[in-house]
Structures are given as C-alpha cells and as structure tokens.
C-alpha cells in the first residue's frame, strides 16, 4: 500500500492560527498608518490655509496704497487694481474684491486690534488658532505719500 505525503490536521491548523494572527496584526497596522494619514492631512491643510492667506494679505499690503480698517473689516486699495476687502470673523477670514470674487480661508481670529501710529503709519495685529496654539501676527499698513497729502489737504477719501 502507498502512503500520501500530506500534512497532519495540527500542522494545518497551526499554520491558519498563524495566518489569522499575521493577518490580524496587518489590518491593525494599516488602520494606525490610515488614521495617522489623515491627522497628518488635516495639520498639512491648516498650515497651508495659513500660508496662503499669510501671503495673499502680505501681498495685497505691499501692492495697496490706501486703506481703511472699520469694525473687523479692512480695505485695501490700489491704483491699478480694484479695490479689496478682508473681514475678519470669529472661524474664518474672507477676501473679496468687489464681490466679483471671494475667497475664505478658515482660521479663527481674535485679539484683533488695529493701531495708527502716524498718518502713514499703522498697525494690524492679530492673534491665530492654527494646530491648537496661537500665533501672533503683525501686518504694517504703510500710506503712499499722495494719498497722506490727498487727504490732509484736500479731504480726499
């Protein structure tokens, strides 16, 4: 009689234990990578949330040569281009130019206070909740030298 090389019912189930757990450990690694991914996402998008808008004010700061900061809201004004508004709420900053187009960028404010240190001169801070921690930010509002003359001598808005 011939005999069949074959494995015993405890070396089959031995090695489906040893399946099962190897799988187990898989998916429990997998959902720890997969949630770890998505924290990973939310903190990358905040920070780009805040980069952009950083340097879309900074930006439109340096281009304006006038502006006016009246109860949360700034404008900014320039020769060659319309004029834009910021208005700061309490969960997000919004940019509009001319209600054309508007932008939002989702941070939440506060402390805000705007400072007029001269005629040409002022200051915008504000304080930032960005990955729970709070960043102070200063922006400098400087007045072109016509605009400062148009309105001491002309009353010109």
Request: charged fraction near 20%; aromatic fraction near 12%.
């Amino acid at each position: 009689m011939k005999t069949i090389k074959a494995f015993t019912m405890l070396e089959a189930l031995i090695s489906l234990i040893l399946t099962g757990i190897i799988i187990a450990l898989s998916y429990s690694l997998f959902t720890l990578v997969n949630k770890q991914m998505a924290l990973f996402e939310k903190e990358n998008t905040s920070i780009i949330e805040y980069n952009l808008f950083n340097s879309t004010l900074a930006n439109d700061i340096n281009n304006s040569n006038n502006f006016e900061y009246l109860d949360n809201e700034l404008v900014l004004e320039n020769y060659a281009k319309p004029q834009i508004t910021y208005r700061f709420e309490n969960n997000y900053i919004t940019r509009g130019i001319l209600d054309h187009k508007q932008d939002s960028f989702k941070l939440q404010v506060f402390n805000k206070q705007y400072k007029s240190i001269t005629p040409k001169y002022n200051q915008l801070n504000m304080s930032l909740l960005l990955l729970n921690d709070t960043i102070q930010v200063n922006y400098f509002l400087t007045k072109q030298n016509s605009s400062v003359i148009n309105q001491k001598l002309f009353h010109e808005d």
